[in-house]
């Protein structure tokens, strides 16, 4: 049997058990040690897993997922979101959609607590979107706005994404944050001008908040901006000293996770409860992605044996005389295909054992690519008629919104979330001059 022949069955093996619903990292990792008993016997085979593992846990970068999962946890239960929502809804009230743009403002800085889109789909639902319907605002409109937001948790530092993806493409983590920083505040640009062109053309869409409601004591008003800027606060106590170069970035986060959990108990919010709650949800997320990541280790290995990426490089540009950027867009419309029924870590760890190291074989920078992995499964997340987005809003949102509210409120942000990705791929620079300046500054 041929080696591409074998690389095509692991895929379609693969495939066949994800679709049968078994969990990610059982379906990659049990094909990739069965592969490997079948192709090298059993020292091969169970080389490849210990390898696997024993790769995974020397990765001293890894130390921050559950740093930077706890910090988010930590700034969630404690409610601490819920007062940065309320400096929003009061400052920025007296504008047409001005609390959808607060949402969005909202929504970054969850991202920038987190970096999973599910914390900021599930603030999102059910913090903004009651009060945004309580106060008029058009219902499919900020049903967008809160999934739109949301999905720049995978873009936005710091990105747990971005963990798995340098993990598999041997990429420096802070050299991907540092890259989405600008793409994913475009992003959330492009949305803000989106939502105030759309209020000014329909201001029914969008109306004011009430003047009781806005106009309140200059003390209050303080009070509560010194509350909702405490998240921007730990953010920037974790990062500058990253950015400048005092701290590495695995001080860093635990720099933010201290921050967070030094603020919660000065508040008088860190109960056993919420301490509980923070720990139990980030021991959960963190062995998920840890079990996801040795999967795709040992599924590369295999790949690497079997020369399969340079079989498939051959097939695109000798055999079918593909030039790079042909084959680049068919890469993306096919996280556009799988997004419709795969989540961000399913898809990057099926297909990275075989597309990152063709992006570096094709002359592409992998920092540059990953930012466009990540805005594309941004865009598959929201993709009707499967997106993954989509379901998960239907089962948090009011019974007043529908599937099919859904399903059109998202349009229009798909639309400016494709050309964001279409401005990344003809200016690289949009992503790569952050990175350049910080890491190659003199």
């Known amino acids: 049997m041929s080696y591409e022949l074998i690389a095509v069955l692991m895929f379609s093996s ?42 995974l ?70 913090i903004a979107l009651p009060e945004l319907l309580k106060r008029g605002y058009d219902k499919r409109m900020v049903t967008g706005v809160v999934q739109a937001g949301s999905s720049l948790g995978i873009l936005v530092p710091p990105s747990v994404v971005l963990v798995l993806y340098a993990m598999i493409a041997r990429q420096p983590v802070g050299q991907l944050w540092l890259a989405g920083v600008i793409p994913g505040l475009m992003m959330a640009s492009l949305f803000v001008i989106y939502i105030v062109v759309r209020c000014r053309i329909n201001p029914v869409l969008g109306p004011f908040l009430p003047a009781e409601e806005r106009n309140l004591p200059r003390a209050e008003k303080l009070r509560l901006l010194r509350a909702g800027l405490l998240p921007v606060i730990i953010f920037a106590v974790m990062m500058v000293p990253f950015v400048k170069g005092w701290t590495s970035l695995v001080e860093s986060s635990a720099i933010g996770a201290i921050a967070a959990f030094v603020a919660a108990v000065l508040k008088g919010r860190m109960t056993k409860e919420v301490f509980e709650n923070s720990v139990r949800n980030t021991l959960g997320i963190t062995c998920m992605f840890m079990w996801i990541i040795l999967a795709a280790l ?145």
């Open 57 to 126: 846990m020397k990765w001293y970068p890894l130390l921050t997922l559950p740093m930077f999962i706890f910090m988010g946890y930590v700034l969630s239960e404690s409610k601490i979101a819920d007062d940065l929502y309320r400096m929003f809804h009061v400052w920025m009230g007296g504008l047409r959609g001005g609390l959808a743009i607060g949402t969005i403002g909202l929504m970054v800085l969850i991202s920038a607590m987190n970096g999973l889109s599910v914390a900021g789909m599930a603030i999102g639902s059910t």
């Open 298 to 442: 040992a599924f590369g290995a295999v790949f690497d044996g079997l020369g399969a990426v340079k079989a498939i490089e051959g097939l695109f540009t000798e055999k079918l005389n593909l030039n790079p950027w042909t084959i680049l867009i068919l890469m993306q419309l096919s996280f556009l295909l799988m997004g419709t029924f795969l989540d961000d870590t399913a898809m990057l760890v099926i297909v990275a054992p075989l597309y990152v190291p063709l992006v570096g074989a094709l002359g592409f920078d992998l920092i540059w690519y990953g930012i466009l992995y990540t805005i594309t499964t941004q865009i598959a997340y929201m993709t009707p008629p499967f997106g993954y987005n989509l379901f998960l809003m239907r089962a948090m949102a009011p019974p007043e919104i529908t599937l099919r509210d859904i399903y059109a409120s998202i349009l229009p942000f798909v639309g400016i979330m494709a050309l964001a990705l279409v401005l990344v791929m003809a200016f690289p620079n949009i992503a790569l001059w952050l990175p350049d300046y910080v890491y190659n500054k003199p």
């Open 14 to 55: 693969m495939m066949l058990m994800l679709i049968t619903g078994q969990r990610v990292f059982g379906a990659i990792g049990f094909i990739a040690v069965i592969a490997a008993l079948l192709l090298w016997g059993d020292r091969g085979g169970f080389d490849l897993g210990f390898s696997a593992a024993m790769k």
